[in-house]
């Protein structure tokens, strides 16, 4: 059984900073991507950031030089740096792993997924 869970989030200041962690269980975190997602209230689950086995990185648009993705495989971790955090990014952060080939940024291509961590931006 895979365990994904999320740390770090907490209520800041725009402009501020913030490190999302991910916890995995399992001895096969190497073998997948790895992804954060968040949920604001009202709209749809949006992919924010994937981190392959290769190290290749993928962003949305909105995050893209203010985010960044990386991961541990000794720690089974996945980490999200937040920088110049903007009220727009208030939302629940979900850290996922990809099971299928498709869409890095489909919620269907993941199939775990932890339970989230809320970030809070205030202007």
């Known amino acids: 059984q895979v365990q994904l869970v999320e740390s770090g989030g907490g209520s800041v200041q725009a402009g501020d900073s913030l490190r999302l962690s991910c916890a995995a269980s399992?001895?096969?975190?190497?073998?997948?991507?790895m992804a954060w997602f968040r949920q604001a209230p009202g709209k749809e689950r949006e992919f924010v950031s994937a981190?392959?086995?290769?190290?290749?990185?993928y962003y949305a648009d909105s995050v893209r030089g203010r985010f960044t993705i990386s991961r541990d495989n000794a720690k089974t971790a996945l980490y999200l740096q937040m920088n110049s955090l903007k009220p727009e990014d208030t939302a629940v952060y979900y850290c996922?792993?990809?099971?299928?080939?498709?869409?890095?940024?489909?919620?269907?291509?993941?199939?775990?997924w932890g339970q989230g961590t809320q970030v809070t931006v205030s202007s």
């Open positions: 996922a792993r990809k099971a299928k080939s498709f869409g890095i940024s489909a919620t269907t291509a993941y199939d775990y």
């Open positions: 399992g001895p096969t975190f190497s073998g997948y991507t």
């Open positions: 981190i392959a086995t290769t190290y290749i990185t």
